[in-house]
């Protein structure tokens, strides 16, 4: 049973609306528009929200969507049946006063009974051919199929050694019965054959005899020198033992205090305000670097033109009508390659082409539009929309705010083990006191040896870069820390509660790194998160991971979910993607992760210094993807 169904043009006017409850759908409906369709995540036909779920289907020609909305506990195997029938009555009742906009113009005055009419009958029509497709039973195999059909009386009888005879169909093998090379059927082989044999045997033999013997050799030659035995490899700048002190760096020396000293006075400063967006090579430059390359080819006469590009294949499909799926197959497919080798989770490559192909199928091309082209552009506005935040994380604005209300601002960072979380959360931590915020690190955690050691070193080294002198004798930077073996909940709220009593502007949570399958750790995450409440929760992720990424988002989202009490949990707010400097243009895993979770990318780390900080730009990223 159907909850809804209507029609409605990508303007968002209503043509027609059915509705079988007193159930208010507006709420569900925009958001299937303004999470899936809106954000190119429509490769998927089914979304669900809480108990509803709604399956739809576009119409790029008359630029319609028909929306249906039935409970999600129900299975309705006739809705993809019912949406096409139904979609066919529409476009042949209405095409022609669709195209020419005639029905948008008299909305009010549409025959809605009319078309209920033809509704209700269709719905039946399929509600009658899922019930008829439910009651088909399953079609047992007849016995002539069966493998005792084969079998006879006589199969069945035992011989008197004991031993069954085969069955007629199942013939005994034949063994063969490999004769001397000599004999074949008892037959001699020719004479001439035989003297080829006997010849090389012959030779053979005088060969073996011209061979020395071991004993004979080992007289004649020389004896070898005594082995020395093995001796150790020595490697270019191993050094040795009295290297040592000059290696040594549990101290610091003045030489490297005045090296110090002159690298941070060059980065001070140099973090005021918003973060610079990541510097990606942009598509202009790759495009004068085609330019260059075909003049280069043009010079060469006898050399055959060639059209590099992934979609050099589909440069003759030239349009004037509408495109099916069967005519962008090709494209679509290599399109995936495309994305899965730049590093795309498979899945998400695969959802990106259906997205495509939904966005563009039934649509009509101009005369001087090609399918390669329309592809293209196509995915670059889906990587696009899907990489835009669907809202802007502030943080400088946020901390402001909670500031004034005499509160500090709480960020939480989680991830996986070793993708550089206390790295990073120094380098946020650098850009936040650049804009004279005053930080406090909780060092939550209590299990990696050397956890707490690491953010104490960053602490002192972020305290030499704004010493106190600058700022009134405050440390900018103060690390709350319990050692290890400790609740990281209970330290974590220890330290917001030292913040909030100090009239320290921000505390930044470093968690233990976790595998999103370790049920306990994920457990003892989302304790700290329900206990404490962050501001923002985020998630650092490498750059380096392929269909890895999925997994770690889902299962994380999953886990703080599912792991909470809380009605609404707090789940992950955005993302911090590391090691982007060492993909060149592999950026596949910022649609991954984006893509999963519908969080923005709100850091990216560049590199080993504090000031290798940068925002995720979206047109650079979807440039260096399409390469």
């Given amino acids: ?38 954000q190119e995540r429509s490769g998927s036909k089914t979304y669900e929200q809480n108990e ?26 006739y809705l ?91 013939p005994k093998k034949s063994v063969k019965i490999v004769e001397d090379e000599s004999v074949k059927n008892g037959v001699p082989l020719s004479p001439s054959r035989e003297d080829v044999i006997a010849e090389n045997r012959k030779r053979l033999m005088e060969k073996m005899s011209n061979k020395k013997s071991p004993k ?52 001070v400063g140099t973090m005021k305000g918003v973060i610079q967006d990541l510097e990606v090579e942009s598509e202009e430059d790759y495009d004068e670097e085609e330019e260059s390359s075909d003049e280069e080819s043009s010079n060469q006469e006898s050399a055959p033109k060639k059209s590099g590009g992934m979609f050099s294949l589909f440069k003759g499909f030239v349009g004037s009508k509408s495109v099916s799926r069967e005519d962008m197959q090709p494209a679509l ?64 604005r946020d901390a402001m705010e909670a500031k004034r209300s005499h509160r500090p601002y709480v960020m939480a960072f989680c991830g996986v083990n070793g993708v550089g979380k206390s790295t990073n959360l120094a380098k946020i931590c650098f850009w936040l006191i650049e804009n004279n915020f005053s930080v406090l690190i909780a060092a939550c955690d209590t299990f990696r040896a050397g956890a707490v050691e690491q953010l104490r070193t960053h602490t002192k080294h972020l305290n030499a870069l704004h010493p106190p002198q600058r700022h009134g004798g405050r440390l900018m930077v ?58 923002l929760v985020l998630f650092v992720g490498e750059a380096l991971v392929g269909n890895e990424a999925v997994d770690q988002l889902m299962k994380f989202n999953q886990a703080l979910a599912d792991y909470s009490s809380n009605e609404n949990p707090h789940i992950i707010d955005g993302i911090v993607l590391t090691k982007f400097d060492t993909i060149d243009d592999k950026v596949g895993a910022a649609i991954s992760m984006t893509y999963i979770t519908g969080q923005p990318i709100v850091f990216v780390g560049t590199g080993q210094t504090y000031t290798d900080l940068k925002a995720i730009n979206s047109k650079a990223v979807v440039a260096a993807l399409m390469k």
């Avoid at 009386?153 to 169909?169: D, F, L, R, T």
């Avoid at 035995?229 to 003045?254: E, F, H, I, Q, Y």
Wanted: proline share 3%; glycine share 6%.
């Fill in 333 to 396: 497919e290599k399109l995936r390659d495309h994305l899965i080798g730049k590093n795309v989770a498979s899945d998400i490559a695969a959802k990106l082409c259906d997205s495509v192909a939904l966005k563009l199928e039934g649509k009509v091309l101009g005369t001087f539009e090609t399918v390669a082209n329309t592809v293209k552009n196509a995915l670059e506005q889906s990587l696009v929309q899907i990489l835009s935040p669907k809202r802007r994380i502030d943080i400088i």
């Fill in 1 to 38: 049973m159907l909850d809804l169904f209507t029609i409605f043009t990508k303007g968002g006017i209503v043509l027609f609306c059915f509705r079988a409850t007193d159930h208010f759908f507006a709420p569900s409906v925009n958001n299937l528009i303004r999470n899936v369709i809106l």
């Fill in 216 to 267: 004979e050799t080992s007289k004649k030659e020389p004896k070898s020198p005594k082995s020395k035995g093995k001796t150790a490899r020595v490697w270019d700048l191993s050094g040795t033992t009295k290297d040592m002190p000059s290696l040594d760096r549990s101290k610091d020396k003045p030489e490297d205090m005045q090296s110090n000293f002159t690298h941070q006075n060059d980065m």
């Fill in 52 to 77: 509803l779920a709604l399956q739809y289907k576009m119409d790029n020609e008359l630029d319609i969507i028909m929306v249906v909305a039935f409970q999600k506990i129900l299975k309705l195997s």
């Fill in 478 to 535: 103060n690390l709350y820390e319990k050692g290890y073996g400790k609740d990281a909940a209970g330290i974590a709220m220890e330290a917001i509660k030292h913040a909030s009593d100090t009239g320290i502007d921000v505390v930044l949570i470093d968690t233990a790194g976790r595998m999103q399958d370790n049920e306990p750790l994920m457990r003892a995450l989302t304790k700290l998160i329900k206990v404490n409440d962050p501001d």
């Fill in 80 to 170: 993809d049946k019912f949406l096409s029938d139904i979609h066919l009555a529409f476009r042949d009742r209405y095409k022609n006063e669709v195209m020419d906009g005639s029905l948008v113009s008299r909305i009010g005055s549409l025959d809605q009974d009319t078309f209920k009419k033809l509704y209700e009958g269709i719905l039946k029509s399929a509600e009658k051919w899922g019930r008829e497709q439910t009651k088909l039973p399953k079609q047992m195999k007849s016995f002539e199929d069966s493998m005792k059909s084969k079998k006879t009386v006589a199969s069945m009888i035992e011989s008197k050694s004991g031993s069954k005879p085969s069955a007629p169909s199942q």
